[in-house]
């Protein structure tokens, strides 16, 4: 059974680094043919990609926010993370990851976590 | 970016009947070497993650009825849903990954 489960600060300050956690269950990250993306939603609004990476470290970002972006993952934890610098309160969204799959498309979602940016 | 636009951006349809939505890109979708369109649709319903209906443009996911269907290459694409039913009240995304992948705005299906 795949699972995701997205963790981290319910409440970041503007100007702030927000670091989110996705842990996975159910395949690994080892697997050639999977990854994981950063996908968030702010209330009200529309799917906005952030960011993905493969089990060979290959990693791609949006490229209006490419900047203030950084993938990672921990093979061995069966985690990805996700940092955003210079956090604003327009930031304010739910951020899910999603197992993508080699070809692009996201086939199992975790509940994603609701982050506000305010002060 | 390939940039995504779908039409409309609300639809009120009557049970049974027919629902259609449109999504455009900006640029071609499809790769020459597999004859492949990079486009997905997922389908959100309230407090709910995305979820996979169709890949390749017209593959449906496993365990998607098939009163879904997708249709459409190169920039213009469509999403049918046959009969309406209920359940199928949710906001409706296409994506491409062909390059950066990018979504849709959202088309907001209701009940007429």
């Known amino acids: 059974q795949v699972t995701l489960k997205e963790s981290g600060p319910v409440l970041v300050k503007p100007t702030e680094t927000l670091t989110l956690t996705c842990t996975v269950s159910?395949?690994?990250?080892?697997?050639?043919?999977?990854?994981v993306s950063w996908i968030r939603q702010p209330p009200g609004k529309a799917l906005e990609w952030l960011a993905h990476i493969f089990s060979n470290d290959e990693k791609s970002y949006s490229t209006s926010l490419k900047s203030r972006l950084t993938i990672s993952k921990d093979t061995s934890k069966s985690q990805v993370v996700l940092t955003m610098t210079n956090m604003d309160p327009v930031d304010t969204a739910t951020y899910y990851c999603?197992?993508?799959?080699?070809?692009?498309?996201?086939?199992?979602w975790g509940q994603g976590t609701l982050v506000t940016v305010s002060s | 970016d390939i940039v995504m636009t779908q039409s409309p951006d609300s639809l009120a349809v009557s049970l049974g009947e027919r629902a259609t939505i449109n999504c455009k890109s900006s640029q071609s979708v499809l790769y020459s070497s597999n004859n492949k369109n990079y486009l997905a649709w997922y389908q959100q319903k309230p407090g709910q993650p995305p979820k996979l209906l169709i890949y390749w443009a017209s593959t449906r996911e496993s365990g998607v009825p098939d009163r879904f269907s997708g249709s459409g290459s190169g920039t213009d694409f469509t999403l049918t849903i046959s009969s309406l039913q209920a359940e199928d009240v949710a906001v409706y995304y296409c994506?491409?990954?062909?390059?950066?992948?990018?979504f849709g705005q959202g088309t907001r299906l209701e009940i007429k």
């Open positions: 994506q491409q990954y062909y390059s950066t992948p990018f």
């Open positions: 159910g395949f690994s990250l080892s697997n050639a043919r999977m990854g």
């Open positions: 999603a197992r993508t799959q080699r070809s692009g498309t996201n086939d199992y």
